[in-house]
């Protein structure tokens, strides 16, 4: 029998996690015995053994590290189909965009003719792929080729240059261009790195930002420097200026949207979208 239940991955995952079954049992708000009963059920029903007990601890064999893997998957996908469920009834959508970005694309999407009503939920860098997943937001705008578009549907809205954002004091900043190689290589100025998909940064002397007000204060105290889309100075604050970076790759602005979805209000704001490129 193939079936697993929700529960099952449920105390699964909390033990490999925890890789301690008391811990794990703390977690769920249950007693410890009747959790190991059922991992010990489970592996049964499966046939292979999940769990390494030894008087060590705890450990995960191979299979176990693959059901955790899986685990994490389908408890995700349960957590988002409740979460879209509860808003199946209100017509009102959930757009999420990182905080300061595409800033008059995103006004002139909010005010498109025949565009449902929307909620915003601003987020930080690398966030949108995830709220989506999770069920938190209908629909995104995210950048490619920064951000995770794995599993979703887009529409390609605008494509754009970059820019170097920099202290208004330092001497790069009087400049009308930059290159690549020019940004790269200010000893008093390293440029800021940001997480990567998968939440590691890049190697380099640059501090590790993740926060847009972070980012902010940073380059206002001549700290750091950083290369965004054009369309992202929205943010920019006063001790700021920008210079086009040319030949910097361009970047693309996607509305993207979970492949499965079947609602009517991502799709017509979907429609609004390509109407308003079209017009562009």
Not at 119 to 129: D, M, T, W
């Amino acid at each position: 029998m193939d079936d697993l239940e929700t529960r099952e991955l449920r105390y699964f995952t909390a033990v490999a996690e925890t890789l301690h079954f008391g811990r794990a049992a703390e977690r769920l708000g249950i007693a410890q015995p009747p959790l190991s009963r059922a991992i010990a059920q489970l592996e049964r029903r499966l046939g292979v053994q999940l769990l390494d007990r030894n008087r060590r601890g705890v450990a995960l064999t191979e299979a176990g590290r693959v059901l955790l893997r899986e685990s994490r998957l389908a408890l995700a996908a349960v957590a988002a189909a409740a979460r879209r469920t509860r808003r199946a009834g209100d017509s009102q959508l959930v757009l999420v965009t990182k905080a300061g970005a595409s800033h008059e694309l995103l006004r002139r999407l909010l005010n498109a003719p025949d565009a449902p009503p929307v909620e915003i939920l601003l987020c930080e860098v690398g966030e949108q792929a995830g709220l989506l997943r999770d069920g938190s937001a209908d629909v995104a705008i995210m950048h490619h080729p920064y951000d995770d578009l794995a599993g979703f549907d887009t529409e390609e809205l605008q494509v754009e240059g970059q820019v170097a954002i920099l202290p208004a004091t330092h001497p790069l900043a009087v400049r009308e261009t930059l290159t690549l190689a020019e940004v790269s290589d200010v000893p008093d100025l390293p440029i800021a790195r940001w997480p990567r998909l998968d939440g590691s940064y890049p190697d380099g002397p640059g501090p590790e930002v993740r926060t847009q007000s972070k980012l902010a204060q940073l380059v206002a105290l001549g700290r750091t420097l950083l290369v965004i889309p054009a369309s992202s100075r929205a943010w920019q604050w006063p001790e700021h200026v920008a210079v086009p970076v040319v030949d910097a790759p361009e970047v693309t602005t996607m509305l993207a949207w979970p492949s499965t979805s079947r609602s009517p209000e991502v799709a017509a704001f979907v429609r609004a979208a390509v109407a308003l490129r079209a017009a562009a």
